[in-house]
Nanobody, 117 residues
Framework: QVQLVESGGGLVQAGGSLRLSCAAS????????MGWYRQAPGKQRELVAT???????NYIDSVKGRFSISRDNAWSAVDLSMNSLKLEDTAVYYC???????????WGQGTQVTVSS
């Protein structure tokens, strides 16, 4: 079992920055990949960024160069640094963890990010 708790969401002005944190606990040694999804009003859920156990990262095109995902070696914390925020970044952001082996994904409760003009 893995428990995930997000924090750091809030209201920011366009062009500003925000750092989201995901605190992981439980069987973190079983994690193979973690990342962040987001769900914007009226839009499909999308995978924003991932980081694998080997450190490799992936981002959707719309956030490349603006967002950066990072983790510690024990998977106890996975952060998403968001810079040059745009109105379209407004969404609920969810942290997730995928097991190293076959198994269920784990999800946090989500944290709201609202970007204002």
């Amino acid at each position: 079992q893995v428990q995930l708790v997000e924090s750091g969401g809030g209201l920011v002005q366009a062009g500003g920055s925000l750092r989201l944190s995901c605190a992981a606990s439980g069987s973190t040694a079983s994690i193979g990949r973690m990342g962040w999804y987001r769900q914007a009003p009226g839009k499909q859920r999308e995978l924003v960024a991932t980081i694998a156990n080997d450190g490799r990262t992936n981002y959707i095109d719309s956030v490349k160069g603006r967002f950066s995902i990072s983790r510690d070696n024990a998977w106890s914390a996975v952060d998403l640094s968001m810079n040059s925020l745009k109105l379209e970044d407004t969404a609920v952001y969810y942290c997730y963890a995928h097991p190293l082996w076959v198994g269920q994904d784990y999800w946090g409760q989500g944290t709201q990010v609202t970007v204002s003009s």
